[in-house]
């Protein structure tokens, strides 16, 4: 392969701050297996030689351009229409549905690929792709820092990870505080999931200040101020285009608008949050703690294989619209190879796993995953943390069915 691929994972000094300033927790990774550093340095080889014998670059392609554009005209296209056609309300809900389908499709395919600097051997391109974040009306700095940096480096690591952090009634970690309500909500989770992305366009306020707050922000070169400034005028401009331009250019009325706005999101966070969970939350996905020396005891390749889980790893289709977060292991391994090679590089990871001895938690099907993550969910509602086993964290998984 023409670049050194960079695979291999320093923890980043502003995550280490992160820990001091935020959490007080200083966790560091070191494993006294030597199967386990073995493990790491086999993966890391053997998918470092599959790019370097076929010669093809890590990053993202012309296919990957190609979905980039079909998923942003999913979600402008529909757009176009409401704001220029005449139509009923009921067909401008159809409209906002898609909207909703291609803004997760954006997320998943471009955004995510891109914030990670996988999608294009230019940063450029990287940072322009990143940028698709706005038009969520979300935050590029925020998403950095909580996914790439907390989400990737601490994996289901209680108070680290925000994914699997307290999220209303919903609780997605076996060390949370367990209370009554709780047992239902494998009945309630899939709704709240839907306000997942519209409640992140008022969280990123508190997230930016607590970034600011702890240092974060100036720690990775950024001015405080400044991304105040990018904060508060992208989602002035994405709402005024959002919720502005139907109410001048349409003759829907104002309640119209907001419901075709939220249906939306509510589409959108229903198949993130969901994609999402299918990955960490369900059956196999270790939430490993601490010990009491902030040492996580395995190697960090080894913490990622245990926290994280595949689906559906044959359904091409729903790979191809999910951006490869169906193969969230080979994902979390290697965060700056593009997605778009996950099913080839899937089975030299998973044979290295084996070889190993480690456990390569993979369920089957899509449906498959969802009952798996139901299942996980019933159980989080119902598991006192009190009654939680530790195992030791260098253990090696057993397998799931
Ligand atoms: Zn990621």
Same mark, same amino acid.
């Given at each position: 392969m023409g670049q050194k691929m960079n695979s291999r994972l320093t923890l980043p000094r502003f995550a280490i701050f992160i820990n001091e300033s935020i959490c007080m927790r200083n966790i560091k990774f070191k494993s006294p297996d030597d199967n386990q550093t073995q493990f790491a340095t086999a993966v890391r080889k053997n998918v470092d030689q599959y790019f370097r014998e076929t010669g093809i670059s890590p990053k993202g392609d012309w296919t990957l351009r190609l979905k980039a554009f079909s998923m942003l005209a999913m979600y402008i296209a529909p757009f176009v229409l409401i704001l220029t056609l005449p139509m009923s309300a009921w067909f401008a809900m159809l409209l906002f549905i898609i909207m909703g389908i291609g803004t997760a499709g954006v997320g998943m395919g471009v955004m995510h690929d891109a914030i990670h600097g996988s999608y294009s051997r230019q940063a450029w391109e990287n940072t322009l792709m990143g940028s698709s974040m706005y038009l969520l009306g979300s935050h590029v700095f925020v998403w950095f820092v909580q996914h790439n940096v907390m989400h990737h480096t601490y994996t289901n690591i209680e108070g680290l990870d925000g994914d699997i952090g307290p999220r209303g009634p919903l609780r997605l970690s076996e060390h949370a505080p367990l209370k009554k309500m709780h047992r239902y909500q494998h009945w309630y989770a899939f709704p709240l999931y839907g306000l997942m992305s519209i409640s992140k366009l008022v969280r990123d306020f508190s997230q930016l200040s607590e970034y600011n707050k702890a240092g974060i922000t100036k720690a990775q070169r950024r001015s405080p101020g400044m991304e105040w400034v990018k904060l508060v005028s992208f989602k002035a401009i994405y709402l005024l285009a959002m919720i502005g331009l139907p109410l001048m250019l %349409? &003759?829907?009325n104002i309640w119209q608008i907001l419901a075709g706005f939220f249906i939306m999101h509510w589409v959108t966070g229903v198949i993130l949050a969901t994609i999402f969970q299918l990955a960490h939350v369900v059956e196999g996905a270790e939430q490993p703690l601490e010990l009491s020396n902030g040492l996580i005891e395995n190697d960090w390749m080894v913490h990622e294989l245990q926290t994280t889980a595949n689906f559906a790893r044959n359904q091409h289709l729903l790979n191809w619209y999910v951006g490869g977060l169906n193969f969230q292991i080979e994902h979390h391994l290697f965060p700056h190879v593009s997605h778009i090679h996950y099913p080839k590089i899937a089975p030299i990871v998973e044979r290295t796993a084996l070889e190993f001895g *480690? &456990? *390569? &938690?993979?369920?089957? %099907?899509f449906m498959g995953a969802l009952v798996s993550h139901v299942r996980r969910l019933k159980e989080l509602g119902n598991m006192d943390p009190a009654m939680v086993v530790l195992v030791p964290s260098n253990s090696k998984a057993v397998e799931v069915a």
């Amino acid at each position: 392969m023409g670049q050194k691929m960079n695979s291999r994972l320093t923890l980043p000094r502003f995550a280490i701050f992160i820990n001091e300033s935020i959490c007080m927790r200083n966790i560091k990774f070191k494993s006294p297996d030597d199967n386990q550093t073995q493990f790491a340095t086999a993966v890391r080889k053997n998918v470092d030689q599959y790019f370097r014998e076929t010669g093809i670059s890590p990053k993202g392609d012309w296919t990957l351009r190609l979905k980039a554009f079909s998923m942003l005209a999913m979600y402008i296209a529909p757009f176009v229409l409401i704001l220029t056609l005449p139509m009923s309300a009921w067909f401008a809900m159809l409209l906002f549905i898609i909207m909703g389908i291609g803004t997760a499709g954006v997320g998943m395919g471009v955004m995510h690929d891109a914030i990670h600097g996988s999608y294009s051997r230019q940063a450029w391109e990287n940072t322009l792709m990143g940028s698709s974040m706005y038009l969520l009306g979300s935050h590029v700095f925020v998403w950095f820092v909580q996914h790439n940096v907390m989400h990737h480096t601490y994996t289901n690591i209680e108070g680290l990870d925000g994914d699997i952090g307290p999220r209303g009634p919903l609780r997605l970690s076996e060390h949370a505080p367990l209370k009554k309500m709780h047992r239902y909500q494998h009945w309630y989770a899939f709704p709240l999931y839907g306000l997942m992305s519209i409640s992140k366009l008022v969280r990123d306020f508190s997230q930016l200040s607590e970034y600011n707050k702890a240092g974060i922000t100036k720690a990775q070169r950024r001015s405080p101020g400044m991304e105040w400034v990018k904060l508060v005028s992208f989602k002035a401009i994405y709402l005024l285009a959002m919720i502005g331009l139907p109410l001048m250019l %349409t &003759n829907f009325n104002i309640w119209q608008i907001l419901a075709g706005f939220f249906i939306m999101h509510w589409v959108t966070g229903v198949i993130l949050a969901t994609i999402f969970q299918l990955a960490h939350v369900v059956e196999g996905a270790e939430q490993p703690l601490e010990l009491s020396n902030g040492l996580i005891e395995n190697d960090w390749m080894v913490h990622e294989l245990q926290t994280t889980a595949n689906f559906a790893r044959n359904q091409h289709l729903l790979n191809w619209y999910v951006g490869g977060l169906n193969f969230q292991i080979e994902h979390h391994l290697f965060p700056h190879v593009s997605h778009i090679h996950y099913p080839k590089i899937a089975p030299i990871v998973e044979r290295t796993a084996l070889e190993f001895g *480690y &456990n *390569y &938690n993979m369920k089957l %099907t899509f449906m498959g995953a969802l009952v798996s993550h139901v299942r996980r969910l019933k159980e989080l509602g119902n598991m006192d943390p009190a009654m939680v086993v530790l195992v030791p964290s260098n253990s090696k998984a057993v397998e799931v069915a």
